[in-house]
């Protein structure tokens, strides 16, 4: 079975096949539902590792993107789950800038698999693609996420992956007019040319096989942000001690810190024993992963 993006986007005026979630409306101030916060507490670790004023704010900001952005199913039911790892998705690389609403999405669409440069879900052409942001054309505003990656990226912690952060750092990236690899804020501070010149150094060691970063983010300066941004929110320790450089700029990059914020919660949890769950979702023991990072 195909599905084409272009009758995809038609469809959601037309009532094409497209299965809606009904959004609905809160006010900026709504009070965030009990059953909402049990979701994001089983299935969000970086909500987890928030402290109950961050638990607050992020819960504002996923409801005021569920109000401004459209989520719809193509081929596959939408589901509360669904919406709120969406939303995560999208709040998480930007919740160092408060109250920041995304100037180039109105539609995310769930895909039941991964799809092809045509859009299409049969694979013939051997493109296993996950993730897309629409640029220019019917994609304009539009982003595509394979539904059963989206979930993927939450329920493995210890990958260094997420396709929904992935694309959410795209999208960011592009609000300086292009994505190009080159964060805004590094952009507007003078960090660009020490970033680039990270990039080259990184991308090299990827090549030669001395480094762990996905071999995905030596592609281009484009796709390497994207994937040390997973990298960041994924496993911010390992790569804080493994690139410490890295860490450095994209924790301004992102205007947020981490590591700190794991610390934090780890320190307040005086009952957390050496062979207790990692807090920070990597599946190890907290001895084996940030005790000792």
């Given at each position: 079975m195909m599905f084409l993006i272009i009758v995809a986007v038609m469809a959601v005026g037309l009532g094409m096949g497209l299965m809606r979630y009904r959004k609905q409306q809160p006010s900026r101030e709504a009070t965030f539902p009990p059953a909402w916060r049990s979701i994001l507490l089983q299935k969000v670790s970086f909500y987890?590792?928030?402290?109950?004023?961050?638990?607050?704010?992020?819960?504002?900001?996923?409801?005021?993107?569920?109000?401004?952005?459209?989520?719809?199913?193509?081929?596959?039911?939408?589901?509360?789950?669904?919406?709120?790892?969406?939303?995560?998705?999208?709040?998480?690389?930007?919740?160092?800038?408060?109250?920041?609403?995304?100037?180039?999405?109105?539609?995310?669409?769930?895909?039941?698999?991964?799809?092809?440069?045509?859009?299409?879900?049969?694979?013939?052409?051997?493109?296993?693609?996950?993730?897309?942001?629409?640029?220019?054309?019917?994609?304009?505003?539009?982003?595509?996420?394979?539904?059963?990656?989206?979930?993927?990226?939450?329920?493995?912690?210890?990958?260094?992956?997420?396709?929904?952060?992935?694309?959410f750092i795209h999208l960011l990236d592009k609000e300086d007019g292009a994505i190009d690899g080159i964060p805004t804020v590094l952009n507007k501070h003078a960090f660009a040319l020490p970033w680039l010149e990270l990039i080259r150094e990184k991308t090299r060691e990827i090549i030669k096989g001395k480094n762990e970063i996905d071999s995905y983010g030596a592609t281009s300066q484009t796709e390497f942000l994207a994937v040390a941004g997973e990298y960041f929110f994924e496993r911010p320790h390992l790569l804080q001690k493994n690139h410490p450089e890295l860490y450095d700029l994209l924790a301004k990059a992102f205007n947020q810190d981490a590591v700190t914020v794991i610390k934090a919660q780890v320190a307040v949890r005086t009952k957390l024993g050496r062979n207790s769950p990692c807090p920070c979702g990597s599946g190890k023991k907290y001895k084996e992963c940030c005790l000792n990072p």
């Open positions: 987890i590792h928030l402290d109950e004023a961050g638990k607050q704010r992020y819960e504002q900001d996923i409801l005021r993107f569920l109000d401004k952005v459209r989520i719809e199913g193509v081929g596959v039911t939408v589901d509360l789950t669904d919406r709120l790892l969406v939303a995560s998705s999208a709040v998480i690389p930007v919740f160092g800038f408060p109250e920041w609403d995304y100037t180039f999405l109105d539609t995310v669409l769930l895909y039941p698999g991964a799809f092809d440069q045509q859009y299409q879900v049969d694979n013939k052409s051997g493109d296993y693609i996950t993730g897309m942001v629409g640029s220019g054309g019917p994609m304009e505003g539009k982003m595509i996420l394979s539904k059963p990656s989206l979930h993927l990226g939450f329920d493995n912690q210890s990958d260094r992956k997420n396709v929904g952060i992935h694309e």
